[in-house]
Nanobody, 120 residues
Framework: QVHLVESGGGLVQPGGSLRLSCAASGFTFSNYDMNWYRQAPGKERELVAGITIFGSSTMYRNSVRGRFTISRDNAKNTLYLQMNSLKSDDTGVYFC?????????????WGQGTQVTVSS
């Protein structure tokens, strides 16, 4: 059974930082590219960042490039997202999932997500 457990969210002031974690189990983590997604209130889920199997390549949506850093530890089956210089537009629930190109692999196994609220 695939489990994706996100953590590390919270309430932070604009300009602050958070580090999100995604603990993965039930599949061979090191065999999959991994992505972070977020969903703001009233909006569709959107791709935030992605990383290839061994971390050799990363991608970011334009609005977070230069502020967010995605990384992974295959020995710990864990995905990370370091978020700096946070803005109110970064508010939302953050999720992780495996991916192949634009395709979400475990679309029926989303975790509960972790809430990030950026507000003064």
């Amino acid at each position: 059974q695939v489990h994706l457990v996100e953590s590390g969210g919270g309430l932070v002031q604009p300009g602050g930082s958070l580090r999100l974690s995604c603990a993965a189990s039930g599949f061979t983590f090191s065999n999959y590219d991994m992505n972070w997604y977020r969903q703001a209130p009233g909006k569709e889920r959107e791709l935030v960042a992605g990383i290839t199997i061994f971390g050799s390549s990363t991608m970011y949506r334009n609005s977070v490039r230069g502020r967010f850093t995605i990384s992974r530890d295959n020995a710990k089956n864990t995905l990370y997202l370091q978020m700096n210089s946070l803005k109110s537009d970064d508010t939302g629930v953050y999720f992780c999932n495996a991916a192949r190109g634009s395709q979400v692999i475990f679309r029926n196994n989303w975790g509960q997500g972790t809430q990030v609220t950026v507000s003064s």
